[in-house]
Structures are given as C-alpha cells and as structure tokens.
C-alpha cells in the first residue's frame, strides 16, 4: 500500500503561484512514478505532470501545463511538488497526486494510490 497526502492548495488571483506538496509513504519502491491530476466540477479528471522518484531528468508535463507548471522532488522526504505560476481561472480543479508502478505517461487506470486531493482555486 501507498499512502499520498495532498498540501498547499488555496484560493489566489489570475496570474498568481501556488505550489502543492504530495507526501508518499508506505510502500513507494514499487510505485515510484508520481503523477498529479486534476478535477474540475463537471469534467474528467486531467493528467498535468508526473515524474519519476529519484530521476530528476524523467518527467511529463500535459500540454496545458507545460512552460506554467514545475514538478519536482525530494526524494529524501518522499515528497513531490507542483509548482504553479501565472494560474488562470480555468485552471480551478480539486488536485491530486498518484502514484504508478509504469513510467512514465498520465494514464489514469496505470495509477494503483490516489490521494484525498488539495482545492486550488483561482479567481478573476
């Protein structure tokens, strides 16, 4: 079992940052490709980027966040972050980090552990 918890979301304004933190314990060496996804009200839930622990070279950006959005590690602490800049209204979702035994696309049925998810909203 994998056990991910979601931090760091909150309301902020167009053009602002926000930077989630996904916390990976229990058994992560067989589950070490993180993915965060997001939900809007109404819509599918979105791959946004994952990444790989412990190889910092191997991530994925969807294309709606690519050149916004920054994923990292620590891999000392398990922890998978989602930075976020230049936000924008539609980018209001309920966000979640997964975790995966397959490297390394955003195939949601490929995601074995979800998390509870962290709100990020942003307004006009």
């Known amino acids: 079992q994998v056990h991910l918890v979601e931090s760091g979301g909150g309301s902020v304004q167009t053009g602002g940052s926000l930077t989630l933190s996904c916390v990976a314990s229990?058994?992560?060496?067989?589950?070490?490709?993180i993915g965060w996804y997001r939900q809007a009200p109404g819509q599918e839930r979105e791959g946004v980027a994952g990444?790989?622990?412990?190889?910092?070279?191997?991530?994925y950006y969807a294309d709606s966040a690519k050149g916004r959005f920054t994923i990292s590690q620590d891999e000392a602490k398990n922890t998978v972050y989602l930075r976020m800049d230049s936000l924008k209204p539609e980018d209001t979702a309920l966000y979640y980090c997964?975790?995966?035994?397959?490297?390394?696309?955003?195939?949601?049925?490929?995601?074995?552990?979800w998390g509870q998810g962290t709100q990020v909203t942003v307004s006009s």
């Open positions: 997964a975790a995966s035994r397959w490297c390394c696309a955003l195939i949601p049925t490929d995601f074995e552990f």
């Open positions: 229990g058994r992560t060496s067989g589950h070490k490709y």
């Open positions: 990444i790989y622990l412990g190889s910092r070279d191997t991530t």
